[in-house]
């Protein structure tokens, strides 16, 4: 009777064994860091001889008046609402186009894929370039045409979306290669049957392709969502969230309010804030979109 | 927050190993620096620092690269708090308050011990100490110190029927040669404009060059009230949007900081208020005559000071002190001031580094070198405050707000005043 106990508890301590350093890992640099996180969002902020004392809810009174952070959240959302279903969109179609038969289609794929290579500060430095008014690439352009010049990063009404301008420019070409991939393990047998059938190509497109994306688009979507949230670079060398925080986002703020601030106190309020909207985010496609997605 | 964990993590274990990797014997001395104007100031700083080990067997200086202004201070302030601070360090002179706020640096009067040394305290350009001292304390000691300067294109004066070698000396000047150098195409848009005034990222320094020009100052020297809302600020901010808005002889929105030395070798400004850090880069890469004044005065002559001081940490043993505070008397002392100034373009900080033969060979042959020190008779404090990055935010926000139209110069001072005063009311 002892023997299978004695089996259990081996293979327990096995599995164990074998998930530790994983779990350590995972422990020591995400779950630790963001319990506290939500630990010091309750404290003070030290300063020098200033212990860090218990505030209750201060720093989160304290968000609720806070306009900028109100400013910046929207700017996120929209930054978000605009550049994911955008970039994954314009992602989808370059990657029909190239997956088609089409001279030159190396080519056509590489300079599709180059951005996303390019570091997002070499990104956002080049961009600098094209946005510069009166000399800039767009405004010699426009120039061209007889039309007058534009500060595109120093007026508040374009800031953000030049900045979105450039999110896309980088993402897209990369969420393309995971739809090429994908295209290409489409079985043509699908397509030749639906020709048979009489289908028009959007219908192919509506009722087997789309679906049998599903899960990249899924996939990339999560992933767009995150980056979304996560690439600020260019915000950091294009505009530093000017003017007047009209192209600042949640993660510079968070950024500008810890290391430049130092209000480490208010910054954990701020990033809870962004770990709960990215949770409900993550929790909210895996559900809602689980169940339309079509594995094979 | 993982992110910020995980970089105090990493900078703190990599401080504790070179704070580990000393020998007994020497003192050693690890040293932060930013550097803001590209590389030539980098090496500058190793040659001068491997030429005092070279002297100094005794002590070990490990000179870091440490970033931008912005990530230097960052980085120390990291080291600090996980308890493995620098020796010494550049960092911006505004970031004083920050600093004694962390109980991070000690004042220098306290290792100024002889006569010579105590002297040495008082031996620097009066304005460069404005933001070095408070409470009767010097905190910092000038280095890498600048001012904003007028530039102008001698060759658009002639062309525009000015006289090439007089830049505008008043507000109202300044207007009206603005409108004679504005050039548009026949469908009326502009292809050359009057000046510029860069405002991305911290216009509040050159806006103070109009605050002090219209005879106000920011922010007291206890660094716990501000002054944003005074009519004569509020003046000061009418006359830098109108430039724009009204006069139409400057680029309206935010201009770029760091296109704005492109945009006047390629005369799309005729004239441009930016930093003597820029004087070696303007000499090599103007394809035009260029000249150097002061900025233009409205009720007075006036522009701040700029750029980085030397700070002497807490927590170090009292050999590092001390051998820090030599360090810090040789690489200021003329003769290596001198270099500095001429390999850079920073206004060498006291005096007797303009009466050294080398500083009066560069300067013969380049006089504009001159104007940012003559200048330095005018010029006052950058603004510089408790919770310093938070204030300037507070300002820049407030400006911007106004350049781009959104708001009215006097709401969005008033607005920033509030604001600041109700975070700088823990320090009155």
Sequence with gaps: MTRPSLTLRREWVHGWLLLTPALVLLFAFTHLPAVTTIWDSFFSTPRGRREAKFVGLRNYETLLADDTF????????????VTIPVSVGLALLMALWVDGRLSGRGFVRLAYFAPTVLPLIAVANIWMFFYTPGFGLIDQIRGAFGLPEVNWLGNPDLALGSVMVVAIWKEAGFFMIFYLAALQSIPPQLREAAAIEGASRWTFFRRVTFPLLMPTTLFVSVNAVINSFRMVDHVFVMTEGGPDNASSLLLFYIYETAF?????????????????????LALGQFFLLDKRVHYR | MTLMKTMTTTLGAAALLASTATTALAVDLQFFFPVAVGGKAADTIQALTDEYA?????????AVYAGSYQDTITKTLTAVRGGTPPQLSVILSVDMFTLIEEDAIIPFDGLAKSDADKAWLTSFYPAFMDNSMTGGKTYGIPFQRSTPVLYWNKEAFKEAGLDPETPPATWEE????????TKRDANGNVTQWGMRIPSSGFPYWL???????????????????????????????QYLVDLSAKHEVMQPGIIEWGSTPKAFFEGQTAMMWTTTGNLTNVRDNAPFDFGVG??????????????????IFKDSTDEQKAASFEFIKWITAPE?????????GYVAPRPDAWETPAMKQYVADFPPALVARDQLEYAVAELSTYQNQRITTILNDALEAAITGQKAPA?????????????LADYR
Excluded: C, H
């Design chain 2, 174 to 181: 300044q207007i009206a040669f603005g409108k004679k150098l």
């Design chain 2, 54 to 62: 070279a002297a100094n067997p005794d002590v070990k200086i490990d």
């Design chain 1, 260 to 280: 430049k601030y130092w209000d480490t106190a208010y910054a954990s309020t701020l990033t809870v804030v962004l770990l709960v909207l990215l949770s409900a």
């Design chain 2, 411 to 423: 709401a969005a001072l008033e607005e920033a005043q509030a604001e600041a005063d109700r975070i």
């Design chain 1, 70 to 81: 109100w400013q910046v959240l929207s700017n996120s959302l929209w930054y978000a609402a």
């Design chain 2, 336 to 344: 290596q001031a001198a270099k500095w100034t001429i390999a850079t």
């Design chain 2, 207 to 237: 806006f103070q060059g109009l605050t002090t020009q219209n005879d106000v100052i920011l922010a007291n020297d206890a660094g716990n009230k501000t002054n944003f809302d005074d009519p004569k600020v509020v003046e000061a901010l």
């Design chain 2, 294 to 311: 002061m900025l233009p005065a409205n009720k007075r002559r006036g522009a701040p000071t700029g750029g980085g001081n030397f700070y």
